[in-house]
């Protein structure tokens, strides 16, 4: 409650239209009330880890394309997880949201083999994950795995981001989740990497999903108006 920004934050997403709660919550108290201290305590780190994207980071990364896509996955994420009664739906949700986290830590620490891999990226026509482990021989969702261990989130969490480029059936629900919820919002337009193609759908994912990609969009209804509410 002590940084009022982080919780108008908090708050927003709280009361936006995915949660549907019986009212507005109007304090980080009620919230607790209705979703669990740990989840808004993910939630509250998540959101304090994705403002690290500063304004300066500008010409390296679309500081506001990469929230507006990071919240959209976040979104897709949690519906795609309620196929996995098991896990807490709102696991989904945070693994989504700082998927590519990494990715931001990589920009602010090495702008310039950032802005390199872009380019790559573009010029070789494969993804930016791919072509920052070619030019920095990082791999980002290591980077964000690792850093969410240091911040003491649930293990189910830190291998979700660190197996999120895992096609087959050994990655864990929630990076499958991840995969399929970022391969629907780059179909939908919603990316930060306007040249990072989507992949086509895995054999794992049309059997854990139970079909291809554009049957998972339609049993999603009209994602588009959806991620209307990632903005």
Known sequence: DKDPVVTVKILKVVNSAYYSLPKQVTSIGHAVVYLGFNTIKNLALSI???SLAPAQLQGVLDSKAYLHHSMATALIARRLGARFPSIDANDFFIAGLL???GKVVLAQ???AQFRKALEY?????????????EVTGIDQSEVGAMLLEHWRFPDELV???RNQYVRNETAPPLSLCIQVANLIC??????FVAHDKPQAF???MEQVFGGTLESVMESLG???AYLQGAT
């Open 109 to 111: 620490v090495m702008p």
């Open 121 to 133: 990226a573009l010029w070789h026509e494969v993804s930016l994950h791919s072509a920052l482990m």
């Open 99 to 101: 998927h590519d986290f």
């Open 186 to 191: 780059k179909h939908a337009g919603v990316d």
């Open 222 to 224: 009209d994602v588009a």
């Open 202 to 204: 895995s054999a794992a």
């Open 48 to 50: 304090a880890a994705l």
């Open 159 to 161: 291998q979700g981001i």
